[in-house]
Structure formats: structure tokens, C-alpha cells
């Protein structure tokens, strides 16, 4: 079409939508509903009619009426079964072809029930496709019917979970991260925000507190592996069942996959050390999940067992626990690490051995009566020698406050770790056996997960000033670590004072542990062992998964705790200030071990202990806000 064809005040579809030739030319001057006028080209418009119209507001609206013609010229023209440009179809509807029955005849066949086509070919739609379009339309309008009651008594807040279930799945699955949109909150002038949905469902009744959403979120799988694992095989283990052995944990633990056995303990007639030997034994997880068995897939693609106040979500099969968990059996199949000690407590010896064992479990409260008689009185000594060892060599511990959150029934249960020398005694048999692990992966050259971590504390004297630190203190220099880094080459880990280090003593809960356990079960078989390429391939897909569980972990701690306080509305406790910016503060509550931010009343000082009690808490945005009492 030239612009010589299409003559001032014609009727034109620009967009959609009529426009009113104003000018011909190069470019078309055209002007719209709404009176603004718009040079185009002449392929941007479609001629209807060549006027003259005056001006658009004389075209016709739309009503009812025309369309109930538009049915009887549809019965016409499906009858003869022939097609009709717009104009003659227009003159077999109105009797004329003008401006206005030609907008008219348009808006037919833009609304596609009775015609299609385009200006120069109409088609009458065929009978079938008509009376299946009606009872579309009508389900289509029955649902916006239903869709707009539903709006009114959601604003209203009159919402029926049961009845309204419909619409409020899309606003669960946007909550819970399954959908990146939520029509329902454009629709009601929210923004799109998980936290709103949240709130939204709470308000409703639809969700209560005991939703925990961030898992979900975060794309984590709540189900354990569905993987069956094979029998035990046969094979020769050493038998250290004459040897007594604990496996000390918390008093819920589930998994129970490490155990201590003293063999010696040498010291003078002064109680000098001179030396000593114990057994670090594993849980011996690889020996029923080879690399890239089903188990062994299943679990890398978990990265580690999901700890959440609600439970946990085994990282293996369940059955792995049963079978292989220490204790759980009269005797328990084990990868056992023999450590020889010397007086200055360096690791001076490795023997890394399958073993059957017989295990006495204990909780460390348990554990704590008992330090005080043998074997256990030596095995702390021992590991505080070690412990010693490691801090000469700059190894930090920051001790801040921790609890357990668990939830019981519909309650929250919180309870502060006491600090107990037990604890102590299994956090030293544990890296002991970590930094085994790593020497004997550097002597024999086999390839292993070694983590490190860059100094943060360089002397001696930081670290004796650590000792006699405030909370806010370490508190500050928590945030200032930094990270610990996993790679095949082995390189200082700063933190816990060690030259080289694997993680090795939680097969049954850590990938990576069950890579070093895969490794070694390797290399003593005779087997070939993972290469390096293979071994960072696993290394970069476990790191990154981890993160997402320690974020989930975390993000529902803070969502129990925070029940906690809705359970606890009267709760008081102290806070102590780690962090001051004018007066506004960040509070740690011990009690809790939870970081909150405090607006202050007057300049206050790093570690003042306030009385706080709480005044509100907003569960899905996380936050709870607490008053200086």
C-alpha cells in the first residue's frame, strides 16, 4: 500500500486500535482515539474504509446487540459457504459499506467466535468451532465471575482455605519458591515478594507457624534417597572389639558415625606427656557406596545430610545408618584410624584399617561424669596435648554462643550447649583424625579433598588475647574470617593449626567425607583411585551445594526460634551489644543465640548487657523486635 492510497480521513487500524488518516504523504499523519496525532508508515496501518470519517468518536461502541447480529450474518454466509472481503460482508449486514459498518464488521472478525480472515477474505467459522468457543467463553467468564468474587473477599479477608484452595495454591507454590510469579498479589497491588504470600497465608489461616518455607525455597529435596543399598561385603577386618570405644554425641543424634579408643598414654614421673596412641573409628560408609553407585550419585547430588529443627533428611538412605551407624549393632563395621602420638603430640604414625568394633555410646553429658575415670581421664589429656599443639600453631576458638532448636510436637524446644570438657575431647579426636587422614594422603600420593584456610590471627599474643576477648569481640572477629577453601592440594588450614587437613569422620553426613573414605578404601584394595580432575569435579558441586544447605539451616533456625518467641510472648532475657552504629545496635542473646538489632536510647558500649523483652515478631520477613527493659 502507497501512501497515495490511503486518502485524509480514512479509517485505519494502527496497533489494533482505530486511527483517522489526518495528512498523506511520506509518512502517514494519523491521529488516535485519544486525540494524539503520530506520523507512520503506510505498512504500520491497515485501510478499513476510505472515508470520509470525521472524527472517531462517531465510530459505534460495541454492545450485545451487534453481536446478535453478527450471528444472524454468520448463519447467512456459513449456509453458502463462502468467503467475503470486508466491504461486501458489511453490505450483507448492514445494507452499506461506510466508516462505521466497516469498524463494526472488523471487531467481528478481531473477536474471532463468528468469522476469521483478514480485509480481503472473510470466513464464516465453522458450526463445530462455534458452539465449542460459546462454552469455552462461558467457562472463561464463569471463572472471571468467580475470580473477581474471590478478589473482593480476599481483600475483605473473608478467605475460605478449603473453598478458595484453588487460588490459593498459586500463592503457596510462589511462597514456597516453586513459581518465579504471583498473579494473585499484582492482583490485590502487592508486590511480588515470597515474604507476602507468606504473610498473606498466615493471615488467612491458610499457613500456620509450622510452615517452614526456606527449604523449599531454596530447591532442597525434604524426602530421603529412595536407593538401595547392597549387603556388607565380605572381607577381612581387624578385630578391635576387645578395645574399648565411644561414641560420644548429643543426646538426639541420629547418625552416629565416629568412635574413640585409647590404646596409650606415656607420661613421667612429673605428668609430663611423652606420647600416646588412639583409634579414631568411622563409620565405614564407602564400604556400601563405591563412587558412582546409585547411593554414591544420590548423595552427591544431596551434598550432606539436612539438619532442620523439624528433622533431618539423610544425605544416604536411611538403611546406610542402620547398618553402618556405631553403636547401633552389638559389633559395627568401621574404617579405623590408628595414631601414633609424640611428646610435642605431632602425628608421627598413620595405619588406616577396616575393623569391627563394639561401641558404647554416650551424650556428653554422660560423657562429662565419667572424665574423671579411665580410659577417658587419659583420651582428654591426650587430646588436650593436641589441642595445645594446635594453638601454638595459631588454631582460634571463638566460643560463642550456640544452641539446639528442636521441635517437639507443636512446640519449639530451645536449650543452650553448655560448654563441657567432653566436647572438647571429640571436636580434638575428630581434626586428630582429620589431619591423619590428610598425612596419609600425602605419603602414599593419593588424591583428596584438603581444606585450608588463610590466618586471620598471625601471633601468638592475638591469640592469648582471644582468650580473655569479650563476646563482642569474637563476635567481630567471626565476621571478619575468612572462608575456608576445599581443593586437591593440600595448604595450611589457619583456624584449626593444622599444616594439612581432611574432613574424614562424617562419611555417614558429608560427601566430601565420603569421598576421602572412598579414596582410602581405594588405595588399600589395590584399587585405582579417583584422579584429580575427577576428585575437583566433585569438589565444585559439593562447595556450591553446601552453601545452600548451611543457608536453609540457617534461615530455619531463625524461623523456629522466632515461633519460639510467638510461643514465648513473654519472654525476657539478656542481650549483650556486639556491634554499636550511633544508636542503633546489634544484640546477641545468648539464650537464644540470636543476632537482633536494637534501637538504642543513649550511646552505649561494646558488650553492655540490656534486659530485653519482646515486641513484636514478623515471621516472614524474619525479624523479631525486641525493647530495652
Not at 112 to 130: H, K, S
Not at 361 to 373: G, V
Request: with cysteine; hydrophobic share 45%; proline share 6%.
Amino acid at each position: 500500500m502507497s501512501e497515495t492510497d490511503v486518502p485524509p480521513n480514512s479509517l485505519v487500524l494502527y496497533k489494533k486500535r482505530p486511527a483517522r488518516v489526518l495528512k498523506s504523504g511520506d509518512r502517514l499523519e494519523i491521529e488516535l482515539e485519544d486525540k494524539n496525532q503520530l506520523k507512520v508508515r503506510s505498512k504500520d496501518i491497515l485501510l478499513l474504509h476510505p472515508g470520509p470519517l470525521n472524527s472517531l468518536d462517531e465510530l459505534p461502541a460495541i454492545d450485545q446487540g451487534l453481536f446478535e447480529l453478527a450471528q444472524l450474518t454468520w448463519e447467512i454466509l456459513a449456509e453458502s459457504n463462502a468467503s467475503l472481503s470486508l466491504a461486501e460482508l458489511a453490505e450483507l449486514a448492514f445494507g452499506v459499506y461506510d466508516p462505521y459498518t466497516a469498524w463494526k464488521v472488523w471487531q467481528w472478525v478481531e473477536d474471532g467466535l463468528y468469522f476469521t480472515g483478514d480485509i480481503e477474505t472473510i470466513w464464516a467459522r465453522p458450526a463445530e468451532y462455534v458452539a465449542q468457543e460459546r462454552i469455552a467463553r462461558q467457562a472463561r467468564q464463569a471463572e472471571k465471575s468467580a475470580r473477581e468474587d474471590f478478589l473482593k473477599r480476599a481483600i475483605s479477608g473473608s478467605i475460605s482455605p478449603k473453598k478458595d484452595s484453588r487460588y490459593l495454591r498459586e500463592l503457596e507454590e510462589f511462597a514456597l519458591g516453586r513459581r518465579k510469579e504471583s498473579r494473585l498479589l499484582r492482583d490485590l497491588g502487592r508486590s511480588e515478594r515470597p515474604e507476602n504470600a507468606h504473610a498473606l497465608l498466615l493471615e488467612w489461616g491458610v499457613w500456620d507457624y509450622k510452615v517452614d518455607p526456606y527449604p523449599h525455597r531454596l530447591g532442597l529435596s525434604l524426602e530421603p534417597p529412595a536407593v538401595d543399598l547392597p549387603p556388607l561385603p565380605e572381607e577381612k577386618r581387624v578385630d578391635l572389639t576387645r578395645l574399648p570405644a565411644f561414641a560420644i554425641d548429643d543426646r538426639d543424634n541420629q547418625d552416629p558415625d565416629d568412635a574413640v579408643s585409647l590404646i596409650e598414654y606415656q607420661q613421667d614421673e612429673q605428668g609430663n606427656f611423652l606420647g600416646g596412641q588412639i583409634w579414631v573409628h568411622v563409620a565405614d560408609a564407602a564400604a556400601l557406596v563405591p563412587p558412582d553407585s546409585p547411593a554414591d550419585l544420590e548423595a552427591r547430588a544431596r551434598a550432606a545430610t539436612l539438619y532442620l529443627p523439624e528433622g533431618q533428611i539423610p544425605m544416604l538412605p536411611r538403611q546406610a545408618v542402620a547398618a553402618l551407624g556405631l553403636g547401633l549393632q552389638e559389633v559395627s563395621p568401621s574404617l579405623s584410624f590408628h595414631i601414633r602420638l609424640d611428646a610435642e603430640a605431632k602425628i608421627i604414625g598413620v595405619e588406616i584399617q577396616p575393623a569391627w568394633v563394639r561401641v558404647q555410646r554416650l551424650t556428653y553429658e554422660q560423657a562429662e561424669e565419667q572424665l574423671q575415670d579411665e580410659p577417658l581421664r587419659s583420651l582428654y589429656h591426650l587430646t588436650q596435648v593436641y589441642h595445645a599443639r594446635r594453638r601454638a600453631a595459631g588454631a582460634y576458638l571463638l566460643d560463642l554462643p550456640e544452641t539446639t532448636v528442636r521441635v517437639v510436637g507443636d512446640q519449639v524446644a530451645i536449650t543452650p550447649l553448655a560448654r563441657l570438657r567432653s566436647r572438647d575431647l571429640v571436636r580434638e579426636a575428630m581434626l586428630m583424625a582429620g589431619e591423619a587422614a590428610a598425612i596419609f594422603a600425602m605419603q602414599h600420593g593419593i588424591p583428596a579433598p584438603f581444606v585450608s584456610q588463610e590466618a586471620t590471627l598471625p601471633t601468638e599474643a592475638s591469640l592469648q588475647k582471644l582468650d580473655e576477648a569479650s563476646l563482642a569481640v569474637r563476635y567481630a572477629l567471626r565476621r571478619s574470617l575468612k572462608r575456608s577453601q576445599t581443593s586437591a592440594i593440600p595448604a595450611l588450614h589457619a583456624g584449626v593449626g593444622l599444616p594439612a587437613y581432611c574432613r574424614a569422620t562424617s562419611p555417614l553426613r558429608r560427601y566430601l567425607d565420603l569421598v576421602v573414605h572412598q579414596q582410602l578404601r581405594a588405595w588399600l584394595r589395590g584399587d585405582e583411585v579417583l584422579d584429580q580432575q575427577a576428585l575437583i569435579e566433585r569438589v565444585g558441586n559439593t562447595e556450591a551445594l553446601a552453601g545452600i544447605l548451611a543457608q536453609a539451616e540457617m534461615l530455619a533456625r531463625r524461623h523456629w526460634t522466632l515461633v519460639y518467641l510467638l510461643q514465648h510472648p513473654e519472654w525476657q532475657g539478656e542481650g549483650v551489644i556486639v556491634e554499636v552504629n550511633g544508636l542503633r545496635g546489634v544484640a546477641l542473646i545468648p539464650e537464644l543465640a540470636l543476632e537482633t538489632v536494637i534501637h538504642l536510647r543513649a550511646e552505649t558500649s561494646l558488650d553492655t548487657v540490656l534486659r530485653l523483652g519482646v515486641r513484636a515478631v514478623n515471621l516472614p520477613e524474619l525479624e523479631a523486635h525486641f525493647y530495652v527493659l
